[in-house]
């Protein structure tokens, strides 16, 4: 009698994924297990064709063959795929679902992998004009590397691993405990399926060693408090030959005498003689290219910002660049000789009691406060 399509059997696809397999065959053997049909001559045979079909779909080696030659592929001596009738119970259904859950299967998919190597973080501290400009910096990280003399695998040179003889390489073992069937990581080669008989001296067979490892790193321009730089791979080495982490480099500004940054823009406080804030003049300020001149209008009160377009931080993101903003603080005189007093006496003398002409601020406070006590009164 022909044999049925294994896909057909189990309701999938010939494009259908290991996933997918298992799921159809979860379901069907769920309806069709022997436990449920009663003794059911017919239904005992379906339940022996879906097993058989799941097996040979699951394993790639397998598959790839029955694609290729059909059930030439297969002769009669595979009898464990016939799925004999104590071949699989509700326990070992309950274990695939289980394994399923916790990482893997009955085929080998529940191998424990090889820890891949842990994420660093190195603090930076730059200059804000380091910052601002961009540079390459060297740094010293202490991380986990891969052993060289055994290449990271943790087996001495010239050996290597062998398959775990507890778990025959798939990385669990089953407990039965009554109706179900638990799935847990094999006890001797920890879940990895293999076990290194004789490990590496300077690793001890952890593939990796402790080092101190030299990087350069290029700080891109506009760089500020709180970026990070990655650099992939350059994190802790993985166990045994994992993939290594990624290293995260954290960018710290300190703190300007001169300058403050809000995003792209800078900030800064200019002193203003009493003269040039009432007459007007041209200043020098500074940038972080160096200085430049600054025209102020006469009549400046303390605390007005001035705008030098394009005097700030270029934009890690983009091209735009932003501004530096100056505020202006009017500097009183300090130190001043008789002839300097008698003649700022004379200039307040000059001013006579035009107080709203030239001080409209101080008329402006000064009538809010009688306004403020009159209130009080009334």
Known sequence: MSKRDYYEVLGVSKSATEREIKKAYKKLAMKYHPDRTQGDKGMEEKFKEIQEAHEILTDDQKRGAYDQYGHA??????????????????GDIFGDVFGDIFGGGRSGGGRARARSGSDL?????????????????????????????????GAKKGTSAKTCSTCHGNGQV???QGFFAVQQACPTCGGKGKVIGDPCSPCRGQGRVEETKTLSVKIPPGVDTGDRIRLSGEGEAGEQGAPAGD?????????????????????CEVPLSFTTAALGGEIEVPTLDGKVKLKVSSE?????????????????????????????????????SSRQ???????????????????????????GVKKFFDDLTN
Do not use: W
Not at 73 to 90: H, K, P, T
Not at 247 to 267: A, M, S, T
């Open 73 to 90: 592929a297969f002769d009669q001596s595979r009898g464990g795929y016939q799925g004999g009738g104590g071949g699989a119970d509700f």
């Open 121 to 153: 973080r190195y603090n930076l501290e730059l200059s804000l004009e380091e910052a601002v400009k961009g540079k390459e910096v060297e740094i010293r990280v202490p991380t986990m590397v891969e052993c060289e003399p055994c290449n990271g695998s």
């Open 174 to 176: 089953q407990m039965r």
């Open 300 to 336: 400046t009160q303390t605390g007005r910002m001035f705008r030098l377009r394009g005097k700030g931080v270029k934009s890690v993101r983009s091209s735009s660049v932003g501004d530096l903003m100056c505020k202006v603080v009017i500097e009183t005189p300090v130190n001043l």
């Open 247 to 267: 290293l995260y480099v954290q960018v710290n500004v300190r703190e300007h005498k001169i300058f403050q940054r809000d995003g792209n823009n800078l900030y």
């Open 341 to 367: 007093k008698e003649l700022l006496e004379e200039f307040d003398k000059s001013m006579g009691d035009s107080i709203k002409k030239h001080r409209p601020k101080e008329q402006g406070f000064f009538d």
